[in-house]
C-alpha cells in the first residue's frame, strides 16, 4: 500500500531559525519518486523537489535542504534561517513507477515563522 | 510561459446540481491530472490524462468524470453535487505521461455546495 505520513501538523517557529519538516513513506514499489510542494495562503502548489528511489543523495538549494533515508523510509526537509515568507504548507508526496502522474499526499505540515 | 489555469475560480452550487470545472495546462504539456483538496482528507487524486484518454483514475463514485480535449486543454464535471463535494479542485499539468515528472499546479477552483 502506498501512504505518506507527515507526523507533524503545525510547526510554528521564529525567524532565522533552522526548522525540519519530517516525511515517512510506504511503498511496495523498487522504483518510486518522492515529491515536496509548499502550498501558501494563496492555495496553489508549488514544486520544491523530486527524488527517485536511486538517488540517496542528499541536496541543497540555498536555505533549502533534503536527507532521504531508504533504510527509514523518510524524506525529510529542513529550512535553514527560516523567514517569513515560508510560512506555508508544505506537503510531501509519492508517485509509484506505474502510476503515472498518480501522487499520494502527506497530511501536510503548515509552518507558521514569526517575526 | 503562462501557467495552469482554471474557470473558474470559485463556484457556489446547490445539491443535486452538476458542475464544470476548466483546466489549461501549460503551453506543450500533455498530461493533466485533477486533485480534491478538503480539510478532513486533504489532497486526494481523482484521475490524470494524457492524449484524450485517462490513464488513472482514483478512488471516487462516478459522479466525477473527466475528459481531455485535443488541445490538451481538460474539464472535470460532478453529478448529483453532494454537501461533501465542497471543496478546492485543484489541476495540474506535467509535459510526461506515465512517469513522475513534475507537476505544475494551477490555482484551483473553490466549490461550495449549498
Known amino acids: 500500500a502506498q501512504k505518506v505520513t507527515q507526523a507533524q501538523t503545525e510547526i510554528s517557529v521564529v525567524e532565522k531559525e533552522d526548522v525540519t519538516l519530517d516525511c515517512v513513506y510506504e511503498?511496495?514499489?523498487?522504483?518510486?519518486?518522492l515529491f515536496w510542494y509548499k502550498q501558501p495562503p494563496s492555495g496553489e502548489l508549488v514544486f520544491l523537489i523530486r527524488?527517485?528511489?536511486?538517488?540517496?543523495q542528499n541536496e541543497i538549494s540555498g536555505r533549502y535542504s533534503w536527507n532521504f533515508q531508504k533504510s527509514t523510509s523518510s524524506f525529510n526537509f529542513t529550512i535553514t534561517a527560516s523567514q517569513v515568507v515560508d510560512s506555508a504548507v508544505y506537503f510531501c508526496?509519492?508517485?509509484?513507477?506505474?502510476?503515472?502522474?498518480?501522487?499520494?499526499f502527506g497530511q501536510g505540515t503548515e509552518l507558521s515563522v514569526k517575526p | 510561459k503562462a501557467g495552469v489555469t482554471q474557470t473558474p475560480r470559485y463556484l457556489i452550487k446547490t445539491r443535486g446540481q452538476q458542475v464544470t470545472l476548466s483546466c489549461s495546462p501549460i503551453?506543450?504539456?500533455?498530461?493533466v491530472s485533477w486533485y480534491q483538496q478538503t480539510p478532513g482528507q486533504g489532497l486526494q487524486f481523482l484521475f490524470e490524462?494524457?492524449?484524450?484518454?485517462?490513464?488513472n483514475k482514483g478512488n471516487f463514485p462516478g459522479r466525477f468524470s473527466g475528459r481531455q480535449f485535443s488541445n490538451s486543454r481538460s474539464e472535470m464535471n460532478v453529478s448529483t453535487l453532494e454537501l461533501g463535494d465542497s471543496a478546492l479542485y485543484l489541476c495540474?499539468?506535467?509535459?510526461?505521461?506515465?512517469?513522475?515528472?513534475?507537476?505544475?499546479f494551477g490555482p484551483g477552483t473553490r466549490l461550495t455546495v449549498t
Open positions: 527524488r527517485n528511489s536511486f538517488d540517496e
Open positions: 511503498t511496495r514499489d523498487t522504483t518510486y519518486y
Open positions: 508526496a509519492l508517485s509509484e513507477r506505474n502510476q503515472g502522474g498518480k501522487l499520494i
Open positions: 503551453s506543450g504539456h500533455r498530461s
Open positions: 495540474a499539468s506535467s509535459p510526461l505521461a506515465g512517469g513522475p515528472g513534475e507537476q505544475y
Open positions: 490524462y494524457f492524449s484524450e484518454t485517462q490513464r
